[in-house]
């Protein structure tokens, strides 16, 4: 095709996979102990070893892809007459929106005869990713950019992203929750159960108490929101920020409850752009079904 199809890298999705799919992707930037890395995949520093400084104690924060950034990446596919759609992570999370489409009104002056489209993914981690492995499959299948377009902000709303935390240290760290309310949480092994609604934005919608009952409301939630209930035939990713044997758990608890489903669940790692706000012991689980509302 004479497009690009373009993400960030808090798709959540692997340097493989987004190869072998010909999937482009502009890295955020995070920052552990000071020091500036590229959220490129796990490459500068490995997963394990990220969520292991932070349970250690070390210092995280992110940084968006500034528009100086969106300029140059655009310009890279623009300038060999390539056209590009790019989605960017939820704007209920992140302004990278914002600057992705101040760069794409300057390229659109510049180069007046492309086609440079911005779309907010309103999604996140690997259901953003979920959401670019189907329109690779679009793609593929000879479907032009416009029409791919169009396809992507017709359907975004009913990719479902469910997650799951068993550790709240690092929610009471970001101030998403109160410090006592994570005390509190904490002692009574509180693992609250969220979604993401309608704008894009993480919301809680459960409280359980124990990380067995956690693990089997999120495939009830599937369960009441999936394609054709538990006929869904698509793809289910997950992804887990240090905790692998529960988000194993849960693929093999959707594994025997949608056995129509798509080849196996594949299970990537939380970014560290997302993973520094989060921090190790989350799980979430992206699949495709009803429009997602408030």
Known sequence: MNYVLSCSSTADLSREHMEARDIHYVCFHYYLNGKEYPDDLGQSIPFPDFYRAMSEGADTRTSQINISEYLDYFEGFLSRGLDVLHLTLSTGISGTYNSAMDAANICRERYPERKLYVVDSLGASSGYGLLMDTLADKRDAGMDIDALRDWAEEHKLCLHHWFF???????????????????????????????????????????LRGKARVIKEIVERMAAHARDGENYDGKVYISQSACMDDAKAVAALVEARFPK?????????????????????????????DQRVR
């Open 165 to 207: 935390s068993t550790d709240l240290t690092f929610y009471v760290k970001g101030g998403r929750i109160s410090r006592a309310a994570g005390i509190f949480g904490g002692m009574l092994n509180i693992c609250p159960l969220l979604n993401m609604d309608d704008l894009g934005r993480l919301i809680p919608r459960s409280k």
């Open 261 to 289: 489903m798509q080849g196996k669940v594949e299970i990537n790692h939380i970014g560290t752009t997302i993973g520094s706000h989060t921090g190790p012991g989350t799980v979430a689980l992206f699949f495709w079904g």
